[in-house]
Structure formats: C-alpha cells, structure tokens
C-alpha cells in the first residue's frame, strides 16, 4: 500500500478524482501557522492509502486536480519511490534519494510553497501512518495547531 495526504483545500474547483481506489484512513480538519498568502488557514487533511500499482496513475489524476495557484502538492510513497505531485508537474524518485527529493524542492520553491512546507518525509509505510498518525516533524513544520 502506499500512503500519503491530500489536502482538500488544494484541489481545483470542478476537479474530479476518479479510477484510483482511495481508502482514506483518517480526516482531520486544522488551523495552519505558516499557509502561504493565497491558502487558507484552516485546512482538511485526507489521509489516505491506495494500492501501490496506482501510485503512477494517481499521479497522473492528482497533477490534472491540483490548484496551478496557491502552492499545492501532494506527496506520498510506496514501498521503494517517493512521489510529490504538483500541478500538471509530477516528481518521482527512489525513497531517500537527495537529489531527487532537492529537484522537487527546489520546483516547489519556484512556485511560492514557503520553506516549512518543503519538509515532506521519505515516510515508511505501515504502522506511523496506518495508526493515523502523522509525523510530528510534519505536523509542526506546517504550523499545526
């Protein structure tokens, strides 16, 4: 299974996911310290999973749903890749690897995601995110409150 995120308040108006089998595994609604000028305060975060022979074509559906505006993405991982998705731009490349991960955050910088945002994690997948827990380096990095 791969796991990762979607912020709701990220995706387009009329934007629709569909074909991908999401089982989400945890919503929660937070006020964020840290959003960039064009998010929200508040935010609903959809922890999700999904089969790790969708992770290519829900990359695919998350880059044609997310915002081109606001400084969105998505990111989650399966067992060997990490994948951080923008609009209409996907990143893909082994967990743990510098140079890919430094890619996309240098891509999320160019488009005004605020440094505390670029902490996404190279998560394992189990139990850290089948328990519905969050990373806590993430949760503050975001401004979680």
């Known amino acids: ?9 990220s995706l387009r108006p009329g934007a629709e996911l569909t074909g991908v089998p999401l089982h ?5 609604r937070v006020e ?12 609903t ?7 790790e022979t969708d992770a290519e074509r829900l990359a695919g559906q998350l880059a044609a749903c997310l915002a081109p505006t606001g400084g969105w993405y998505v990111n989650y ?10 609009a209409d731009k996907i990143f893909r490349y ?3 690897q510098a140079e890919g991960r430094r890619q996309a955050q240098n891509y999320a910088r160019s488009i005004g995601i605020p440094e505390p945002q670029l902490d996404w994690q ?4 189990g139990p850290c995110l089948t328990s519905g827990a969050r990373p806590a380096a993430t949760a ?4 979680i409150t």
């Open 94 to 96: 082994p967990r743990k």
């Open 24 to 28: 989400i595994t945890k919503i929660a």
């Open 77 to 86: 991982n399966t067992t060997a890749e990490a994948f951080v998705v923008f």
């Open 122 to 125: 190279d998560w394992p997948v």
């Open 140 to 143: 503050t990095a975001w401004g």
């Open 45 to 51: 975060l959809l922890d999700f999973a999904a089969e």
């Open 1 to 9: 299974m791969l796991e990762g995120v979607l912020i709701a308040e």
């Open 32 to 43: 964020v310290n840290n959003a960039a000028a064009e998010q929200p305060q508040q935010w």
